[in-house]
């Protein structure tokens, strides 16, 4: 798809306003643990997503385990660290110590206490807020409570260094009121959204009041906005950023579920970045998995957004209810569907012409996506997750699939599928395990070609593990991949739905 060039118009709006009339409404009914994408400041390429943490040139991986048990306390959570190298990404059981990191609050300098019900590590983002050139860890843990107030939340920053993640030196942050049930943090972004001379902004999510803005000075991170949308009301759950209108600043997308469609579909808002802050721009349809990256390479981020089920118009009209995504270019205006602003993105469904699979009602295919380059050809790929897919039977055993980026846009030129039964991948798909509940695609070896991570959190009775998967000229591959769960990287395994939650 090319985009055509458009005037570009913006209004610009402080982001210190009023109190947000951004609605979340609280329940379940997201599949997978809210992650984050984390933008780079004036940064349009999806190899350039902030997450090295020691500043070597080499993309790191942080995943959040808020089911862990930490000193005995179910669920109190933990994060895992795990520093790129030449060959990559390993464990404590491959790669000399020091390569792989656990932090929790009980982890010596981190604020608080490990308690039980905290989930520590349940939405994770990577950012260099202080702008040292190191980036740094972004935790949320939406079951901490706040004095007498139960389930407040709150955000716990571990800042980078040439050494990794300084657990000596923090952050902590909280809403100004802390509210019951508000679970400040439960997800969390961060990225350069406006002019400030330091580093990025981080944002937090929480079920009460919407967004939180800080921003770091003087050692300190500071809330200085809280921006509103006036568009649907949403139980949000992701927020992802790009610099959609490449004008040097990121943008934030705020997606979830809406009472407006019966929570089937999704939405999305968007928020553009600019020297006075963010201020709420559009509606977008689709609010599942969320990611960005140039797929096209014209030098915008595009935006691509998950959907439960739906019409999928280029399969002719064809009903998708396994799931589908949606893809809005990037142009001077913004992500913009089809037919410009405003309008429904390019979807992609099972039934898309060249696509290889068997929809299903309960595939969730779009439950969960990341955007980067796979091939080292220049354009960003996609990475989709199916986690209730069935494989030879196995139901909601999970699988994944890889469309490719091209001039024109997604092609499912080169198509890839892969589950727990493709020869050369270890283990064997089981009913329930849910591969593909979490996706991240990330460059951990330095060669211009993003790897595959591949979540099942519910692998061995709930204890959950995490599948590599190497990338080449020609794609993913399934020969020399490699799975591991989270007792190899040092932490408690039991019941820990290990690759519940990774930054994207």
Same mark, same amino acid.
């Given at each position: 798809?090319?985009? /055509?060039?458009?005037?570009?118009?913006?209004?610009?709006? @402080?982001?210190?306003?009023?109190?947000? @009339?951004?609605?979340?409404? +609280?329940?379940?009914?997201?599949?997978?643990?809210?992650?984050?994408?984390?933008?780079?400041?004036?940064? /349009?390429?999806?190899?350039?997503?902030?997450?090295?943490?020691?500043? $070597?040139?080499?993309?790191?991986?942080?995943?959040?385990?808020?089911?862990?048990?930490?000193?005995?306390?179910?669920?109190?959570?933990?994060?895992?660290?795990?520093?790129?190298?030449?060959?990559?990404?390993?464990?404590?059981?491959?790669?000399?110590?020091?390569?792989?990191?656990?932090?929790?609050?009980?982890?010596?300098?981190?604020?608080?206490?490990?308690?039980?019900?905290?989930?520590?590590?349940?939405?994770?983002?990577?950012?260099?807020? $202080?702008?040292?050139?190191?980036?740094?860890?972004?935790?949320?843990?939406?079951?901490?409570?706040?004095?007498?107030?139960?389930?407040?939340? &709150?955000?716990?920053?571990?800042?980078?260094? +040439?050494?990794?993640?300084?657990?000596?030196?923090?952050?902590? %942050? /909280?809403?100004?009121?802390?509210?019951?049930?508000?679970?400040?943090?439960?997800?969390?972004?961060?990225?350069?959204?406006?002019?400030?001379?330091?580093?990025?902004?981080?944002?937090?999510?929480?079920?009460?009041?919407?967004?939180? %803005?800080?921003?770091?000075?003087?050692?300190?991170?500071?809330?200085?906005?809280?921006?509103?949308?006036?568009?649907?009301?949403?139980?949000?759950?992701?927020?992802?950023?790009?610099?959609?209108?490449?004008?040097?600043? +990121?943008?934030?997308?705020?997606?979830?579920?809406?009472?407006?469609?019966?929570?089937?579909?999704?939405?999305?808002?968007?928020?553009?970045?600019?020297?006075?802050?963010?201020?709420?721009?559009?509606?977008?349809?689709?609010?599942?998995?969320?990611?960005?990256?140039?797929?096209?390479?014209?030098?915008?981020?595009?935006? %691509?957004?998950?959907?439960?089920?739906?019409?999928?118009?280029?399969?002719?009209?064809?009903?998708?209810?396994?799931?589908?995504?949606?893809?809005?270019?990037?142009?001077?205006?913004?992500?913009?569907?089809?037919?410009?602003?405003?309008?429904?993105?390019?979807?992609?469904?099972?039934?898309?012409?060249?696509?290889?699979?068997?929809?299903?009602?309960?595939?969730?295919?779009?439950?969960?996506?990341?955007?980067?380059?796979?091939?080292?050809?220049?354009?960003?790929?996609?990475?989709?997750?199916?986690?209730?897919?069935?494989?030879?039977?196995?139901?909601?055993?999970?699988?994944?699939?890889?469309?490719?980026?091209?001039?024109?846009?997604?092609?499912?030129?080169?198509?890839?599928?892969?589950?727990?039964?493709?020869?050369?991948?270890?283990?064997?798909?089981?009913?329930?395990?849910?591969?593909?509940?979490?996706? &991240?695609?990330?460059?951990?070896?330095?060669?211009? &070609?993003?790897?595959?991570?591949?979540?099942?959190?519910?692998?061995?009775?709930?204890?959950?593990?995490?599948?590599?998967?190497?990338?080449?000229?020609?794609?993913?591959?399934?020969?020399?991949? &490699?799975?591991?769960?989270?007792?190899?990287?040092?932490?408690?395994?039991?019941?820990?739905?290990?690759?519940?939650?990774?930054?994207?």
């Amino acid at each position: 798809m090319s985009i /055509t060039t458009r005037t570009k118009r913006r209004t610009a709006g @402080s982001a210190a306003v009023a109190a947000a @009339s951004f609605l979340l409404l +609280a329940g379940a009914g997201i599949l997978a643990a809210p992650t984050a994408f984390a933008g780079v400041p004036g940064g /349009t390429s999806a190899a350039d997503r902030n997450n090295d943490f020691n500043g $070597d040139g080499y993309g790191d991986l942080l995943m959040g385990v808020p089911e862990g048990t930490v000193d005995g306390k179910e669920g109190a959570g933990y994060v895992t660290v795990q520093y790129g190298a030449p060959n990559g990404i390993g464990t404590n059981n491959t790669v000399p110590k020091g390569e792989v990191q656990v932090v929790s609050q009980s982890t010596k300098g981190v604020p608080g206490t490990s308690e039980t019900g905290d989930h520590f590590g349940q939405a994770v983002a990577s950012g260099d807020l $202080d702008g040292d050139g190191y980036d740094d860890a972004v935790i949320g843990t939406p079951g901490e409570d706040e004095g007498t107030v139960e389930d407040a939340g &709150r955000v716990t920053v571990v800042y980078g260094s +040439a050494k990794g993640l300084d657990t000596g030196r923090t952050g902590t %942050v /909280t809403a100004a009121k802390p509210a019951e049930g508000a679970r400040f943090g439960h997800s969390v972004a961060a990225a350069r959204f406006t002019g400030d001379i330091y580093g990025d902004q981080l944002v937090v999510l929480d079920q009460k009041v919407g967004l939180h %803005v800080f921003t770091y000075h003087a050692g300190v991170l500071r809330q200085v906005g809280t921006p509103h949308s006036t568009g649907h009301s949403l139980q949000a759950g992701y927020l992802t950023t790009g610099d959609y209108d490449r004008d040097g600043f +990121a943008d934030l997308v705020v997606s979830g579920y809406s009472p407006d469609d019966d929570y089937i579909k999704g939405w999305s808002a968007l928020y553009a970045g600019g020297e006075e802050g963010l201020s709420y721009g559009r509606d977008l349809h689709g609010g599942l998995g969320t990611a960005s990256g140039d797929i096209n390479g014209d030098g915008y981020d595009d935006l %691509v957004v998950g959907q439960l089920s739906g019409v999928d118009e280029a399969a002719g009209d064809a009903e998708a209810p396994g799931g589908l995504v949606g893809v809005y270019y990037g142009g001077a205006e913004g992500p913009a569907g089809e037919e410009g602003p405003g309008t429904a993105p390019q979807w992609w469904s099972q039934n898309s012409p060249g696509m290889i699979g068997s929809p299903g009602v309960d595939d969730s295919w779009g439950n969960n996506v990341s955007v980067a380059d796979v091939d080292g050809d220049g354009y960003a790929d996609l990475a989709v997750g199916g986690p209730g897919e069935d494989a030879d039977g196995e139901q909601g055993a999970g699988a994944v699939s890889l469309l490719r980026g091209s001039r024109e846009g997604l092609t499912a030129t080169g198509f890839q599928h892969f589950d727990q039964n493709t020869a050369g991948i270890p283990g064997a798909a089981e009913a329930g395990d849910g591969w593909g509940t979490q996706v &991240r695609l990330v460059d951990t070896d330095g060669d211009g &070609r993003a790897e595959l991570v591949a979540a099942a959190p519910e692998e061995n009775a709930g204890d959950g593990a995490v599948w590599l998967l190497p990338a080449s000229g020609k794609g993913l591959l399934a020969e020399g991949s &490699r799975s591991y769960g989270a007792a190899a990287l040092g932490g408690s395994g039991h019941g820990a739905h290990f690759g519940s939650v990774i930054d994207q």
